[in-house]
C-alpha cells in the first residue's frame, strides 16, 4: 500500500497534520441549477443556501428535490477535494480506496412524487405519546 515505514508515517502526520486540518476544514463546494445556488462543507452540511425569487413558484416538491440534487452535487466536489488534499500523505493508493468508498457512481436523482388529486388518505399513527 505504501513504502513508507511506520516511523516514516509517523514523522509525515506530525509534521504536515496542522496544515492538513487547516485545509480541510477550510474547504467549500457550490453547486449551481435552476436559480439556487447551494455550498456545501467536507461534511456535506449545507453553509449556504441562494434563491432566486423565480424558483420559489416551482413548488415545494421539486424545489427540495432540486437543493437536494445540489448538495449532493457539490458534497461529492467537497469529498473529492479532501481526498485530493490527503492523497500526497496518504498515498495514491489509499487515496484510490477512499475515492471507491465515499465517491459512488453518479445516480440519477429520485424526485418524490407529488399526492394525486384525488388522494384522501391520511396518516394515522397508535403511537401514545409520552
Known sequence: ?????????????????????????????????DGITATVNLEGRLVALDLEPHVLSAGPDRLAAEIYRLVQDASATALNTGIEILAPAAGEE???ELRALVLPAPA???????????????????????
Do not use: Q, Y
Open 108 to 130: 440519477k436523482p429520485v424526485r418524490p412524487s407529488p399526492a394525486a388529486e384525488d388522494d384522501f388518505s391520511t396518516v394515522e399513527t397508535w403511537a401514545v405519546p409520552r
Open 94 to 96: 489509499l487515496a484510490a
Open 1 to 33: 500500500m505504501n513504502d513508507l515505514s511506520v516511523d516514516e508515517l509517523i514523522e509525515l502526520s506530525t509534521r504536515s497534520t496542522p496544515e492538513v486540518f487547516a485545509t480541510l476544514s477550510a474547504i467549500t463546494a457550490t453547486a449551481t441549477g
